[in-house]
């Protein structure tokens, strides 16, 4: 079963906007990660926030951790027609025993229109 | 360095078949992960292997299986397929180390008919 879950489910943004994603999760975690994957390629890294951090940048990539509520947001600023995307968050279980295994959430399908 | 390699990329199968799909982590990497996604079900963990032992385990029936070489190359194998395991079958590798980044291949897409 899918550990998190993704708000919105799709996203269509003019570029130059902003683009906000949120995911929640379930259970306590490590870690937690977000990909992108495009057109139904592989999923590439973008960053990875541990439990007993907040906030962190990359970027143009701004994510936090609200490990209270269980949730963490994505924002891509000043969006580009290439960050046009699905993302993905994904946990790892705070459990010796998951190592290796991460649980994604349904993902945020982004449009960056032209 | 070289990044993960499956393949084939693309495959099509008719029920009953198996299949063998084939995963080459970076240099370095010992943990091999695969997931399966489809757009129903998303992305689901398979399993894990590090050092040739399985580490872990998704929730998929016995008809999938995995090993890993010496090499840490990693081959997944589905026996009498299904047309539900049509998907995009996704291989990781990571260095092995608890729940770190993890470095994906293109897929395999499979389509079982």
């Known amino acids: ?114 | 360095k070289a990044g993960v390699t499956q393949t084939p990329r693309y495959l099509i199968k008719t029920r009953g078949q198996q299949v063998t799909l084939s995963c080459s982590p970076i240099s370095g990497h010992r943990s091999v992960s695969w997931y399966q996604q489809t757009p129903g079900q998303g992305l689901q963990f398979l399993f894990e292997y590090f050092s040739e032992t399985q580490r872990n385990k998704g929730n998929f029936p016995g008809r999938f299986s995995g090993r890993q070489f010496s090499n840490s190359r990693s081959e997944m194998n589905v026996s009498t397929l299904e047309l539900g395991d049509s998907a995009l079958y996704l291989c990781a590798s990571s260095l092995g180390q608890e729940q770190e980044t993890q470095y994906f291949g293109p897929g395999t897409r499979l389509l079982v008919l």
Not at chain 1, 23 to 45: A, D, E, F, M, P
Not at chain 1, 54 to 66: N, Q
Not at chain 1, 76 to 93: K, L, M, N, V
Request: proline share 2%; with cysteine; aromatic share 6%.
């Open chain 1, 1 to 114: 079963s899918q550990q998190g879950e993704e708000d919105p489910q799709a996203l269509s943004i003019q570029e130059g906007e902003n683009a906000t994603m949120n995911c929640s999760y379930k259970t306590s975690i490590n870690n937690l990660q977000w990909y992108r994957q495009n057109s139904g390629r592989g999923l590439v890294h973008l960053i990875l926030i541990r439990s007993n951090e907040r906030e962190k940048h990359s970027g143009r990539l701004r994510v936090t951790l609200d490990t209270s509520k269980k949730s963490s947001s994505l924002l891509i600023t000043a969006s580009r027609a290439a960050d046009t995307a699905s993302y993905f968050c994904a946990t790892g279980r705070a459990t010796s025993s998951n190592t290796g295994k991460l649980i994604f959430g349904q993902g945020t399908t982004l449009q960056v229109k032209p």
